[in-house]
Nanobody
Framework: QVQLVESGGGLVQPGGSLRLSCVASTDNYRIYYMAWFRQAPGLEREFVGGITWNSGTTFVVDSVQGRFTISRDNAKNTLYLQMDSLKPEDTAVYSC??????????????????WGQGTQVTVSS
């Protein structure tokens, strides 16, 4: 199984930056895809971006393209979400998620087996 621990959330002004971290811990480190989701107040949880672990291929959705960047540190088993030029509409609880099985739809919440506790990001002046 996989345990995920997130950190890096907080309060930031519009235009500011945050870097979220998600540390994965597993006895048998098999990860197919590791992703970031977010859930804004009153809205459903949505896919933000992620990485195919073996290939290192990253992807983010159009709404954060050019502002958010996915990266990883293999030695530390850590996934990062660098968030720049933050907007109030980015306010949400951000969670990381892992699937150890091959999936075709990275957007689908049901495809992920492990979730972090979530970290609050608030963008406000």
């Amino acid at each position: 199984q996989v345990q995920l621990v997130e950190s890096g959330g907080g309060l930031v002004q519009p235009g500011g930056s945050l870097r979220l971290s998600c540390v994965a811990s597993t006895d048998n480190y098999r990860i197919y895809y590791m992703a970031w989701f977010r859930q804004a107040p009153g809205l459903e949880r949505e896919f933000v971006g992620g990485i195919t672990w073996n290939s290192g291929t990253t992807f983010v959705v159009d709404s954060v393209q050019g502002r958010f960047t996915i990266s990883r540190d293999n030695a530390k088993n850590t996934l990062y979400l660098q968030m720049d030029s933050l907007k109030p509409e980015d306010t949400a609880v951000y969670s990381c998620a892992v699937t150890q099985k091959i999936i075709s739809n990275i957007y689908r919440i049901e495809n992920y087996d492990y979730w972090g506790q979530g970290t609050q990001v608030t963008v406000s002046s």
